[in-house]
T-cell receptor, first 112, second 113 residues
Framework: NAGVTQTPKFQVLKTGQSMTLQCAQD?????MYWYRQDPGMGLRLIYY???????DKGEVPNGYNVSRLNKREFSLRLESAAPSQTSVYFC???????????FGPGTRLTVL | AQSVTQPDIHITVSEGASLELRCNYS??????LFWYVQSPGQGLQLLLK??????LVQGIKGFEAEFKRSQSSFNLRKPSVHWSDAAEYFC???????????FGSGTQLTVLP
């Protein structure tokens, strides 16, 4: 039982490049989340998926898109990366609205 | 919308001393409250949570927290800190559910030998 896994662990992009961050969970959770963590700001919700087939915006969705590929996988895409998207990205999952969120190890992204 | 304030950016304590990390939230109804811990380069690990019921909740690693509705607080405590407790601690609040969490900016804990 690996919990929540994220790939890659590290990534460096140039401004304007695109990339997709992958997240998978093996806990049979219904809901999945993407956060970004910036120094001094805690974690901020980018997008979430309450259940397979649904996605909703969080606090900071601009510049990102998401896909809930199936119940296990939830990807985050940066179509045209900007330096302001340099951050650590965390994926999380839970069973539903009354359950604890469990976090992955994070992806450290640098946009030059 | 809900909000969370962790007033202490950095706290330093000696090993064996007691610890209290402060968390204040803003939300009209009863919130879902969490404390998470993050070690360097790692993800977040849940320490404890409050959804309803007993306002004093016990968590892992000897931590506890008390929900005080009148003060809109959910402070984290530990009677005797260990060197391995050095990490960053985040308080989070969910408005009516455990979905759209709002996190505080974190408190960095340093433990002196």
């Amino acid at each position: 039982n690996a919990g929540v896994t994220q790939t890659p662990k590290f990534q460096v992009l140039k401004t304007g490049q695109s990339m997709t961050l992958q997240c998978a969970q093996d806990m049979n959770h219904n809901s999945m989340y993407w956060y970004r963590q910036d120094p001094g700001m805690g974690l901020r919700l980018i997008y979430y998926s309450a259940s397979e087939g649904t996605t909703d915006k969080g606090e900071v969705p601009n510049g990102y898109n998401v896909s809930r590929l199936n119940k296990r996988e939830f990807s985050l895409r940066l179509e045209s990366a900007a330096p302001s998207q340099t951050s650590v990205y965390f994926c999380a999952s839970n069973r539903g609205s009354t359950d604890t969120q469990y976090f992955g190890p994070g992806t450290r992204l640098t946009v030059l | 919308a809900q909000s969370v304030t962790q007033p202490d950016i950095h706290i330093t304590v000696s090993e064996g001393a007691s610890l209290e990390l402060r968390c204040n939230y803003s939300y009209g109804a009863t919130p879902y409250l969490f404390w998470y811990v993050q070690s360097p380069g790692q993800g977040l690990q849940l320490l404890l949570k409050y959804f309803s019921g007993d306002t004093l909740v016990q968590g892992i690693k000897g931590f506890e927290a008390e929900f005080k509705r009148s003060q809109s607080s959910f402070n984290l405590r530990k009677p005797s800190v260990h060197w391995s407790d050095a990490a960053e601690y985040f308080c989070a609040v969910g408005a009516g559910s455990a979905r759209q969490l709002t996190f505080g900016s974190g408190t960095q804990l340093t433990v002196l030998p």
